[in-house]
């Protein structure tokens, strides 16, 4: 086998960290994520993951296992009502969702940067109910891409994506879901201020990669305020992370719990978007209110 050496920098690198991790957790007995196409994957990169991003943590793994579940049923949990809906992706990285979640029936987009995107599409099984677009979650058009978004729903999730966006991003993003996307529901994760402040001092390092610096942020009692975003939110519901496995397991649980300590890693919240007329309009129109963020120049 050719093994690809994936060159990325920036946001886009991190993808290889959570995947790192992922794969570290799925590789585990009793592991709280079962991912037989992460552990490929990695197999199938030539990249000094070690190297790079220190020796696998098992706070981090099982987080991020236990995080990428809590998407898995947030997606499940709608596709049980809708089992023909869309997932979209944005910012899919390397992640392994659609082999977790298939249904035989829905269909998958996800939306990478280019040089992301055709990563993807070297490295990952091609179905045909999966497409990946290349092109920026920030640019509306991957709207247009979803097949009968009213009859079939549509599930948008942004794992890991958002805290690099600048808020007026962020609130352009989930204003379009909501006004394009009737009875649809979004699945996002974000980081508290005081994490994503301590990024932008470029000193939070994970093994050898710095943190890009993280411009949106919420702490996890700011969540209603993303209602602001647009009248078509009609509902915004924190997620719990599922249960772990052993001792880390709980640790994770309880850091995730404990006021002081949760906005330190990510909060998952789903949006649901109220039935209104197809193909969107409402009278307030796009964006009209807030969501909580920082602004660093
Ligand atoms: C932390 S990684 C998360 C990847 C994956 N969702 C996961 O959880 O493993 C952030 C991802 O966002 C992607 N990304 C950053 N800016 C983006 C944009 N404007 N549009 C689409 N994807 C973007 C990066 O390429 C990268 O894959």
Redesign the pocket.
Known sequence: MTRIRPR?SG?????L???YN?AHEAGQRYAVLDDPVALRLMEALDYPFEERFGRPNAFYSQL?GL??RC?DLAVREYLAERPRATVV???????TGFWRVDNGLLNWLS???P??AELRRALLPASDRVRVLA?????PSWLDEIEDPCGRGVVV?????LM??RPP?VRAILAACAERLPGGVMVLDSMGRRAAAHTRTGRWKVGGMTIPPMRWAMDPGERRKLRGAHPGITEVRALRLPRGRGAMGELVRLQSLLPGLRALTPAVTRLRFGDGPCGGGSPNGPGAGNVPGTVPQ
Do not use: N
Request: glycine share 10%; net charge negative.
């Open positions: 990325l946001v886009p690198e991190t993808l960290w959570t995947l992922r991020q995080r990428s998407f992706a944005l910012g899919d990285g390397l992640e939306v990478e940067l040089e992301v092109g920026s979650a920030t640019d999730t942004a794992q890991g994506l690099y966006l991003q």
